[in-house]
């Protein structure tokens, strides 16, 4: 059983930056970050596995967001710069068993509340 906390998120200006956290209870292998948008689906932002050497990143996020982590506190963090109003959801983390970063929503089996990020143009 694996446990996820999101934090992090917010209202900034088209431009600004956050960082959001996701602090596991346990231990997965592959870490995920997912949005939605209000009408939409839920969709695939970035995910890495523990080991901290491979990340996956959608197109749309490419160049503007970095996954990173810190496997002593079980905490993954989502630095999300140059943010967009398109970029306005809810976030949520969530955990995987698979070792290598998935973009799927099915491979995860464990997620987190979710945290508003709004960002105003």
């Known amino acids: 059983q694996v446990q996820l906390v999101e934090s992090g998120g917010g209202l900034v200006q088209a431009g600004g930056s956050l960082r959001l956290s996701c602090a596991a209870s346990?231990?997965?292998?592959?870490i995920g970050w997912f949005r939605q948008a209000p009408g939409k689906e839920r969709e695939f932002v970035a995910a890495i596995n523990w080991s901290l050497c491979n990340t996956l990143y959608a197109d749309s996020v490419k160049g503007r967001f970095t996954l990173s982590g810190d496997s002593a506190k079980n905490t993954v963090y989502l630095q999300m710069n140059s943010l967009k109003s398109d970029d306005t959801a809810v976030y949520y983390c969530?955990?995987?068993?698979?070792?290598?970063?998935?973009?799927?929503?099915?491979?995860?089996?464990?997620w987190g509340q979710g945290t508003q990020v709004t960002v105003s143009s």
């Open positions: 969530a955990a995987s068993l698979a070792r290598t970063p998935l973009m799927a929503l099915t491979g995860y089996k464990y």
């Open positions: 346990g231990r997965a292998f592959t």
